[in-house]
């Protein structure tokens, strides 16, 4: 554990979190006030600066824009957070904008169009909630994994604080990295990153590795990030499930 600064992240957010929240160590949710202490919550955290850019202004300034044969979806966030982002050490910041982007991301329209009956209005809040958290870990342009929280291991973490069993946790973390199965919702999410500074990217395959991920900045070295999270994935996911409250869930 490498921390810079143990300095306590409180932020009030539009909703409440589930107060389940609180098995996982330092984390305390109450109501929509959310509480993290760094020194116990983070496995890793060696940054306490993220690129973040307005959340209003990606709405206005690029959600509806469309990619043509001379400029990809790809291309268009790049420019947007050359742009209009900013970097900031403000925690609250990011968690703030993160909400914004997974409300956005994973609302209850979508279901229908989902093909996955067993995936509820509830299940999107799960998904709303634990990906706000995971906004705070972070990847450097060289690849390497600065910052490194239980929301990092998404099935991991969803299970310990909703009681998810194996199944249902790796259908959630289907929905989460599978950019909801077909490329419209792919492009939403790389325009919606953008207020993160980045895209979202994942370190597993499919349900059978359950490595989660992170909105890593444009350019960063895949290879070296995937080097790294080999490392360090097994023990502190092993670690995440040590919290489960039904260990047999």
């Known amino acids: 554990m490498t921390t810079i600064d143990t300095t306590a992240i409180t932020v009030e957010l539009p909703e409440a979190f589930d107060p389940r929240w609180n098995r996982l160590p330092g984390i305390q949710a109450d109501g929509r006030r959310i509480t993290i202490d760094p020194a116990e919550y983070f496995f890793r955290f060696e940054s306490n600066t993220w690129l973040v850019a307005d959340w209003d202004l990606v709405k206005a300034q690029l959600l509806d824009v469309e990619e043509t044969t001379e400029s990809a ?53 799960m998904l709303r909630e634990a990906a706000t ?17 239980p929301c990092w291991f998404f099935p991991a973490a969803t299970s310990v604080v909703f009681d998810l069993d194996d199944e249902m946790g ?10 909801w199965f077909n490329e419209h919702r792919r492009i939403e999410s790389i325009k919606a990153h953008a207020a993160l500074g980045g895209r979202l990217v994942h370190g597993c395959q499919s349900v059978p590795d359950q490595t989660g991920g992170v909105v890593a900045p444009y350019g960063a070295s895949m ?25 047999s869930a």
């Not at 995971?134 to 690849?143: F, I, P, S």
């Not at 790796?170 to 950019?179: A, F, I, S, T």
């Not at 080097?227 to 919290?243: M, N, P, S, T």
Request: hydrophobic share 45%; charged share 20%; glycine share 8%.
């Open 73 to 125: 979806v790809e291309q268009l966030a790049l420019d947007f957070i050359k742009q209009h982002s900013e970097s900031t050490s403000d925690a609250v910041c990011v968690l703030a904008t993160a909400y914004e982007v997974y409300a956005y991301l994973f609302r209850d329209e979508h279901l229908a169009g989902l093909g996955l009956p067993q995936i509820t209005a509830d299940h999107l809040r």
């Open 133 to 149: 958290l995971m906004a705070l870990n972070k990847v450097e342009l060289d690849g390497h994994i600065s910052n490194v929280g």
């Open 170 to 179: 790796g259908m959630l973390d289907e929905v989460y990295h599978g950019g």
């Open 223 to 247: 290879a070296n990030f995937r080097d790294d999270l080999a490392a360090f994935k097994a023990g502190w996911i092993e670690q995440v499930y040590a919290h489960r409250v039904n260990p």
